[in-house]
């Protein structure tokens, strides 16, 4: 799966989604645990939003993500508001050389697009390698509720003038997966007609105590598990679960 055309009209498509939230929990975690510097990794980073947002509190971002077209948006974000961070491109399962961190997160559910349970334990693995000790590892991966109950077989459209989708979702391979087949209209000023770009996207998720043995056989120590951006423990309509953890 790559994010091809959809990564330069992702912003415009996720300009509701409540970015502040995640640097707002990430700075409520570090607060709290007392990592040893503000040394941040943003893996699955998009096109920079949250990079950029860290970087504007204060955090010593570095932004990791697999799409190219991706980090070209990411990387002229930064530039455009004169933000120092630097992106890589890298497969997070696959993660190396990029040093220590003090704190490393995989939000707006990244995690849920990798397709196996070797490359989510690969991943762990790789996030644990880079932390430094005390380091935290925070992640959100949708719900199995979301992921059976809103998604599955649902189709969700838009209707605007610059920008219009079709997005039908359905059954994956595995369990507890689903696939995004996404069409989008685009409006050529220079023509005045749309264009049509189509994508597939895949997304997995397993268990809450799946993913919290998978973390403890790592070696993280697991300090928080809570839903849907509050400090409450997941219940059953989650839709959102996040995970923070510890290196020991």
Known sequence: MTYGKFAYLYDELMKDVPYVKWVELVKVHV???HPNGKGLLDLAC?????SVKFAEEGFDVTGVDLSEDMLMVAQAKAANKGIN???YQ???AELEGLGQFDVIGIF???LNYLQSEQDVKNTFSRVYKHLDDQGLFIFDVHSIHKMMQIFMNQTFALSDEEISYIWH???GEHPNSVEHDLSFFVLDHGSGQYERYDELHFQRTFPIDTYVNWLKDTGFEVLEVTADFEAVSPKTQSERIFFTCRKL
């Open 169 to 171: 979702s359905y059954q």
């Open 46 to 50: 998009g096109t920079g939003e949250l």
């Open 31 to 33: 607060s709290k645990y």
């Open 85 to 87: 961070v630097q992106f």
């Open 108 to 110: 707006c559910d990244s």
């Open 90 to 92: 890298q497969n997070m």
